[in-house]
C-alpha cells in the first residue's frame, strides 16, 4: 500500500485558496503556452496518411558471393569449440596489451559446401602452410585440402575455401591460432583498469553482445548457432580466472620462462556466442553458504569494495530472486553456479552472460553508508533484469536479432516482478508505468519510431544490430508485454510462458512460438477474447505507435487514433492495420471498478460508459494498457474536481496518468493547454511520489519553452505555490521515511530551489559548503546529494566546482562518482562547461564508458546547450569511432 497523508480543514482552506489562485497563473501560461506552440508549429506539412505517393529508396543489390553477405549460409552448424586464451596484463615492446590463444570448433555439414565462412574481425592469425586454418575430421577420413584462406574485414569473416566439398551428416574440426589486442575499446576480449592502493590494476574481461565473440576467437557469431564451449584460461598466478562454467581443473606451471596458472573450466550447456564471457582479475568474491541450495552464488569485485560491504546486498537479493524465478518459470536454474561480477569499465548497465553476469559497479555494488535508494533500487532491478534473462534469452533464445524485443522487453518486464519479491514493501511493481511505458510513450509518439519487430532481412549488418538496442526493443516492449500479462491474467500467462520455456529449452525461437503457447494455455482456462492472442498483439508488434482512446462520457461513444505528438507529422511507414489496434480497456466509474471492455474497431459506442450528475469515468486503470486516454471536457473537469476534494479516491497510478496524458495531449495539440495546467491543481495536497514524478516530468517541458520568456516568472510563482507544502512537510519529517517518500522529498528540494522556495537555495549551500569544510563528513542525506550538489555548483562558481571535481577523482564509490559526475555540469559558469567538455574525451579524467553521457549531462544545461552542440559536432568523428 502506498503512503497516505492526512490532510486537516486547515490545509483544505489554504489548499482551496492556492488552487483559485493558480486558475489565474493557468490560464496566463496556457495562453503563452498556445502561442509558443503555434510558432513553433507554424508551416508544417500535411497530416497522418497525407503528402501523396512515398517512394522508397532504392535496394542494394544484393551480393554475388557468400563472403560478401553479413549473414552465415545455412551449410555449417557448429557442436563445440575448444578455446584456449592467454591475456598479457603487461604491456608488450611496442606498448600493447595482448592476448594470444588457439581454437578448435567442431561443426557438423548440413548441406554440401567446398567453403567455411566463420566470424572473425582483429585477430591476426598463424599461418599453416600457407593458410590460417586447418581442417580436419573427427573420424580419421581425410578432410578436403584447404585452397585459399583469407580474411573479409567488411562483414568480418575467416574465409576458408576447400578443394572438395564437405559431406552432410559428417562432423569436422576447423583449428586456428591467433592473436588480438586486449584494448580499451570495452568490446570483444577487452581489459578494463583501476587503481587500488597506489596500485595500477588491469582486468581482461569480455562484452560479446552482440557480434563481439568473433573479436576474441574465430566463432559461428549467430544467436542461432549454438554450441557447447570447453574454455581454458592460461593467466598469472595472482589472479582468478572465470567463465561460464565453473573452474574443473587449475595446474601451475612455467610458459616461455612466464608462471602462470591454467585454469580449464567444465563445459558449458549449448549456447549462443554473445552471452559466453571468460574475466581474468585480481577481484575478490563472497559468496553465500545455503545448504537448501545446489547453486554457488558469487559476487565479485575489487577487493577494497568488497571489504567494505558493498557486495552485501546484491548477494542477498540475487539468492532471493533466483528462487522467485525457479517459481515462476517453472523451471530450475539451468547452470550450476551464478557469478555477479562489478567491472570499473563497462559499457552497458551489465549484461547476462549465462552463469557470468557482468555489471558496472554502479548497478552491482550499493554502499548503506554513502548510496542512496535510488542507488539501491538500480541495484535491485538490474540484478532482476540480468537473472531473468537466464531463462528467457539464454536457455530460450531468439533465432535472430530482429526479435530482439522479446528478449529484452521481456526482462525489463519481469525486473519488476523479481524485485517486487526481494523488496516486497517498496511497491516496486508501480515503478514500470514511469520506468518504462512513459518512457516507451515520449519515443513512440514520433514518426521517427519503428516496430518492435522487423524482417529478418531488415537487420543485417553490426550496425544495424546495434540499433535494435532502443528504448522501443526495451521499455515499449515491457509494456505491451504487460498488457498481455494484465488481459490474459498472470496465472494464464505464466503457464503459457512455462510450456514455452520447456519446449524450446537449449533451443532458438521467434516471437510468435510464444504467442502459440500462450494461445492454447489461454484456450485451456477457456478465457475469452475478441480474438486470437496473434491477431491481438501483432498489432502492438508489428505497427509503430500507439492510440489515443477518446471516451464522450455522454453518448458513450468511444474512438482510436495514432497518438502524434506533432500532429501535422507525415507518417510514410506503411501499416497493415492501417494504425489501428484491438485495445484493452480497463475502467472504473465513481470509485467502482467494471467490467474490462474491448474497443476493436476504430470508433463504437457502449452505453455503460455514459455517465450523469457529478459521476466521473476513469479509464485504463493502473495504466495496464498501452495507450493514452482523452476525455469530454467535462468529464475532465470532474476528474480534477475529484482530485482536489479527495484525490485519494483515485489510484495513484491513475493521478499519474491524468497528468501525463493531459499534458501529452495539450503538447500534440489535442487537449487545450489550460486543462492540461488544471491537472496540477490539486498536487498542493499530494505527497506521493509517482504523481509528483509525472508533474515534474511533464512540466520540464514548460521549462524548457518558457525559460528566455516573459512568462518563466509568473510559472515559477505559481510552480512555487505548488510544491511549497511539500517541501515543508518532506523536509520535517522526522521518522524514517519510505522508500518512495525518499523520492518524494528529493523532489520537492529540487522544485523548491528551481522555483525558489524561502530557505531552499540557502539550505542546500549551507549543506554543500559545511562539507566543503569537512570533506570526510558524509552528513548530506545520501537521497538529497544529487540535488544538493548540483544546485549548489548551479549557484557557486569556480571554487565550488574545483572542490566537486577533486572529490569526484577521489571518490571510491561508483554511485558517488556518478552523481558528482552529473553535477560537475550543472554550472552556469561558460568557461568551466567548456573545460569540462574538453575533459570527457580525456580517459583519464572521464571513463570512455562515461563520455557520451558526460556531454548529455552538459548538453542539458540551458547555459551548456549550445556547447556541448557545436562540441559535438567538431568531434563527431573521434565520438563515433570511440
Known amino acids: 500500500?502506498?503512503?497516505?497523508?492526512?490532510?486537516?480543514?486547515?490545509?483544505?482552506?489554504?489548499?482551496?485558496?492556492?488552487?483559485?489562485?493558480?486558475?489565474?497563473?493557468?490560464?496566463?501560461?496556457?495562453?503563452?503556452?498556445?502561442?509558443?506552440?503555434?510558432?513553433?508549429?507554424?508551416?508544417?506539412?500535411?497530416?497522418?496518411?497525407?503528402?501523396?505517393?512515398?517512394?522508397?529508396?532504392?535496394?542494394?543489390?544484393?551480393?554475388?558471393?557468400?563472403?560478401?553477405?553479413?549473414?552465415?549460409?545455412?551449410?555449417?552448424?557448429?557442436?563445440?569449440?575448444?578455446?584456449?586464451?592467454?591475456?598479457?596484463?603487461?604491456?608488450?615492446?611496442?606498448?600493447?596489451?595482448?592476448?594470444?590463444?588457439?581454437?578448435?570448433?567442431?561443426?557438423?555439414?548440413?548441406?554440401?559446401?567446398?567453403?567455411?565462412?566463420?566470424?572473425?574481425?582483429?585477430?591476426?592469425?598463424?599461418?599453416?602452410?600457407?593458410?590460417?586454418?586447418?581442417?580436419?575430421?573427427?573420424?580419421?577420413?581425410?578432410?578436403?585440402?584447404?585452397?585459399?584462406?583469407?580474411?573479409?574485414?567488411?562483414?568480418?569473416?575467416?574465409?576458408?575455401?576447400?578443394?572438395?566439398?564437405?559431406?552432410?551428416?559428417?562432423?569436422?574440426?576447423?583449428?586456428?591460432?591467433?592473436?588480438?589486442?586486449?584494448?580499451?575499446?570495452?568490446?570483444?576480449?577487452?581489459?578494463?583498469?583501476?587503481?587500488?592502493?597506489?596500485?595500477?590494476?588491469?582486468?581482461?574481461?569480455?562484452?560479446?553482445?552482440?557480434?563481439?565473440?568473433?573479436?576474441?576467437?574465430?566463432?559461428?557469431?549467430?544467436?542461432?548457432?549454438?554450441?557447447?564451449?570447453?574454455?581454458?584460461?592460461?593467466?598469472?598466478?595472482?589472479?582468478?580466472?572465470?567463465?561460464?562454467?565453473?573452474?574443473?581443473?587449475?595446474?601451475?606451471?612455467?610458459?616461455?620462462?612466464?608462471?602462470?596458472?591454467?585454469?580449464?573450466?567444465?563445459?558449458?550447456?549449448?549456447?549462443?556466442?554473445?552471452?559466453?564471457?571468460?574475466?581474468?582479475?585480481?577481484?575478490?568474491?563472497?559468496?553465500?553458504?545455503?545448504?537448501?541450495?545446489?547453486?554457488?552464488?558469487?559476487?565479485?569485485?575489487?577487493?577494497?569494495?568488497?571489504?567494505?560491504?558493498?557486495?552485501?546486498?546484491?548477494?542477498?537479493?540475487?539468492?532471493?530472486?533466483?528462487?522467485?524465478?525457479?517459481?515462476?518459470?517453472?523451471?530450475?536454474?539451468?547452470?550450476?553456479?551464478?557469478?555477479?561480477?562489478?567491472?570499473?569499465?563497462?559499457?552497458?548497465?551489465?549484461?547476462?552472460?549465462?552463469?557470468?553476469?557482468?555489471?558496472?559497479?554502479?548497478?552491482?555494488?550499493?554502499?548503506?553508508?554513502?548510496?542512496?535508494?535510488?542507488?539501491?533500487?538500480?541495484?535491485?532491478?538490474?540484478?532482476?533484469?540480468?537473472?531473468?534473462?537466464?531463462?528467457?534469452?539464454?536457455?530460450?533464445?531468439?533465432?535472430?536479432?530482429?526479435?530482439?524485443?522479446?528478449?529484452?522487453?521481456?526482462?525489463?518486464?519481469?525486473?519488476?516482478?523479481?524485485?517486487?519479491?526481494?523488496?516486497?514493501?517498496?511497491?516496486?511493481?508501480?515503478?514500470?508505468?514511469?520506468?518504462?511505458?512513459?518512457?516507451?510513450?515520449?519515443?513512440?509518439?514520433?514518426?521517427?519510431?519503428?516496430?518492435?519487430?522487423?524482417?529478418?532481412?531488415?537487420?543485417?549488418?553490426?550496425?544495424?544490430?546495434?540499433?535494435?538496442?532502443?528504448?522501443?526493443?526495451?521499455?515499449?516492449?515491457?509494456?505491451?508485454?504487460?498488457?498481455?500479462?494484465?488481459?490474459?491474467?498472470?496465472?494464464?500467462?505464466?503457464?503459457?510462458?512455462?510450456?514455452?520455456?520447456?519446449?524450446?529449452?537449449?533451443?532458438?525461437?521467434?516471437?510468435?512460438?510464444?504467442?502459440?503457447?500462450?494461445?492454447?494455455?489461454?484456450?485451456?482456462?477457456?478465457l475469452h477474447l475478441p480474438d486470437s492472442i496473434h491477431e491481438i498483439m501483432n498489432r502492438w508488434i508489428l505497427q509503430m505507435g500507439f492510440p489515443v482512446v477518446t471516451i464522450d462520457t455522454t453518448t458513450g461513444s468511444i474512438s482510436q487514433q495514432h497518438f502524434l505528438l506533432d500532429p501535422d507529422a507525415v507518417v510514410d511507414r506503411p501499416s497493415i492495420y492501417n494504425y489501428q489496434w484491438i485495445v484493452p480497456i480497463k475502467w472504473m466509474k465513481n470509485r467502482v471498478e467494471q467490467e474490462q471492455h474491448w474497443l476493436t474497431d476504430k470508433t463504437a459506442v457502449f452505453e455503460p460508459m455514459r455517465v450523469s450528475g457529478g459521476e466521473w469515468l476513469l479509464a485504463n486503470m493502473n495504466v495496464s494498457g498501452y495507450y493514452r486516454v482523452n476525455y469530454d471536457l467535462q468529464n475532465w473537469e470532474r476528474l480534477f474536481t475529484q482530485l482536489s476534494s479527495n484525490h485519494q479516491a483515485i489510484p495513484v497510478i491513475n493521478r499519474a496518468q491524468i497528468i501525463d496524458d493531459a499534458f501529452s495531449l495539450a503538447s500534440a495539440r489535442i487537449l487545450n493547454t489550460t486543462v492540461a495546467l488544471q491537472s496540477t491543481r490539486y498536487l498542493v495536497q499530494e505527497r506521493e511520489y509517482i504523481p509528483w514524478q509525472a508533474a515534474s516530468s511533464s512540466l520540464y517541458y514548460f521549462f524548457q519553452m518558457f525559460d528566455r520568456t516573459e512568462v518563466y516568472g509568473p510559472m515559477l510563482a505559481y510552480l512555487k505555490k505548488l510544491v511549497g507544502p511539500l517541501y515543508e512537510y518532506s523536509m520535517k519529517i522526522d521518522r524514517p521515511l519510505s522508500h518512495t517518500m525518499a523520492y518524494t522529498r528529493s523532489i520537492a528540494l529540487s522544485l523548491a530551489c528551481t522555483t525558489g522556495v524561502p530557505g531552499s537555495n540557502e539550505q542546500v549551500l549551507e549543506w554543500f559548503r559545511q562539507w566543503m569544510r569537512e570533506p570526510n563528513d558524509i552528513g548530506i542525506d545520501p537521497n538529497l546529494k544529487t540535488t544538493v550538489y548540483c544546485k549548489a555548483i548551479a549557484a557557486g562558481g569556480e571554487a565550488e566546482w574545483n572542490f566537486a571535481w577533486e572529490m569526484f577523482r577521489n571518490a571510491t564509490v561508483a554511485s558517488e562518482a556518478a552523481r558528482l559526475r552529473s553535477a560537475l555540469a550543472c554550472t552556469k559558469v561558460p568557461w568551466l562547461l567548456n573545460r569540462y567538455l574538453q575533459y570527457s574525451l580525456d580517459p583519464t579524467k572521464i571513463r570512455k564508458q562515461d563520455a557520451t553521457s558526460t556531454i548529455g549531462y552538459i548538453a542539458n544545461n540551458v547555459v551548456g546547450q549550445s556547447f556541448a552542440w557545436d562540441f559535438f559536432r567538431s568531434k563527431w568523428d573521434y565520438l563515433f569511432k570511440e
Open 1 to 526: 500500500m502506498s503512503q497516505g497523508i492526512y490532510i486537516s480543514k486547515n490545509a483544505a482552506v489554504t489548499a482551496a485558496v492556492l488552487a483559485a489562485a493558480a486558475m489565474v497563473t493557468i490560464i496566463a501560461l496556457s495562453v503563452a503556452y498556445s502561442k509558443q506552440k503555434t510558432s513553433a508549429g507554424e508551416g508544417g506539412g500535411a497530416g497522418e496518411g497525407g503528402g501523396g505517393t512515398q517512394v522508397g529508396p532504392t535496394p542494394a543489390p544484393e551480393p554475388k558471393e557468400p563472403w560478401d553477405r553479413y549473414r552465415l549460409p545455412d551449410t555449417l552448424s557448429p557442436v563445440s569449440y575448444n578455446v584456449t586464451l592467454w591475456p598479457r596484463l603487461e604491456k608488450d615492446e611496442g606498448g600493447r596489451y595482448i592476448f594470444t590463444g588457439h581454437s578448435a570448433v567442431v561443426f557438423q555439414c548440413v548441406k554440401e559446401t567446398d567453403l567455411i565462412l566463420i566470424h572473425s574481425s582483429k585477430l591476426n592469425f598463424t599461418m599453416f602452410e600457407g593458410h590460417q586454418a586447418t581442417l580436419t575430421t573427427l573420424d580419421g577420413r581425410r578432410a578436403p585440402a584447404i585452397r585459399t584462406t583469407w580474411l573479409q574485414p567488411k562483414t568480418e569473416y575467416l574465409v576458408v575455401q576447400l578443394s572438395g566439398t564437405l559431406v552432410p551428416g559428417r562432423s569436422y574440426q576447423l583449428y586456428t591460432k591467433f592473436q588480438g589486442e586486449l584494448a580499451d575499446d570495452l568490446e570483444g576480449f577487452y581489459r578494463s583498469e583501476y587503481v587500488e592502493d597506489g596500485v595500477r590494476k588491469i582486468v581482461a574481461t569480455t562484452q560479446m553482445q552482440a557480434t563481439y565473440a568473433r573479436q576474441a576467437f574465430p566463432c559461428f557469431d549467430e544467436p542461432a548457432m549454438k554450441a557447447v564451449f570447453h574454455m581454458t584460461l592460461i593467466h598469472p598466478r595472482s589472479t582468478t580466472a572465470l567463465a561460464n562454467g565453473r573452474d574443473a581443473v587449475i595446474t601451475d606451471t612455467i610458459l616461455e620462462g612466464t608462471d602462470v596458472r591454467i585454469t580449464t573450466f567444465e563445459p558449458t550447456k549449448p549456447m549462443s556466442t554473445y552471452i559466453l564471457a571468460f574475466i581474468v582479475s585480481d577481484f575478490g568474491s563472497i559468496k553465500k553458504d545455503d545448504s537448501s541450495s545446489t547453486t554457488l552464488v558469487r559476487i565479485w569485485a575489487r577487493k577494497k569494495a568488497l571489504e567494505l560491504g558493498h557486495g552485501a546486498y546484491a548477494l542477498n537479493v540475487t539468492l532471493r530472486m533466483l528462487e522467485f524465478f525457479e517459481s515462476y518459470y517453472n523451471t530450475s536454474y539451468p547452470l550450476s553456479k551464478s557469478d555477479q561480477v562489478a567491472l570499473p569499465d563497462f559499457n552497458a548497465g551489465a549484461m547476462e552472460n549465462w552463469g557470468l553476469i557482468t555489471y558496472r559497479e554502479t548497478s552491482l555494488l550499493y554502499d548503506p553508508r554513502t548510496s542512496s535508494n535510488g542507488n539501491k533500487e538500480r541495484v535491485l532491478t538490474v540484478i532482476a533484469h540480468e537473472l531473468a534473462h537466464m531463462w528467457f534469452g539464454n536457455l530460450v533464445t531468439l533465432r535472430w536479432w530482429n526479435d530482439l524485443w522479446l528478449n529484452e522487453g521481456f526482462a525489463s518486464y519481469v525486473e519488476y516482478l523479481g524485485a517486487d519479491h526481494a523488496e516486497p514493501s517498496w511497491h516496486i511493481k508501480d515503478m514500470i508505468v514511469q520506468g518504462d511505458v512513459q518512457r516507451a510513450f515520449t519515443v513512440d509518439s514520433l514518426v521517427s519510431s519503428h516496430p518492435l519487430t522487423r524482417k529478418e532481412e531488415e537487420v543485417n549488418k553490426p550496425e544495424e544490430i546495434s540499433q535494435m538496442f532502443d528504448t522501443i526493443s526495451y521499455s515499449k516492449g515491457a509494456a505491451v508485454l504487460r498488457m498481455l500479462s494484465e488481459f490474459l491474467s498472470e496465472p494464464v500467462f505464466v503457464k503459457g510462458l512455462s510450456s514455452y520455456l520447456h519446449q524450446f529449452a537449449f533451443g532458438n525461437t521467434v516471437y510468435t512460438d510464444l504467442w502459440d503457447h500462450l494461445e492454447r494455455a489461454r484456450r485451456r482456462e477457456g
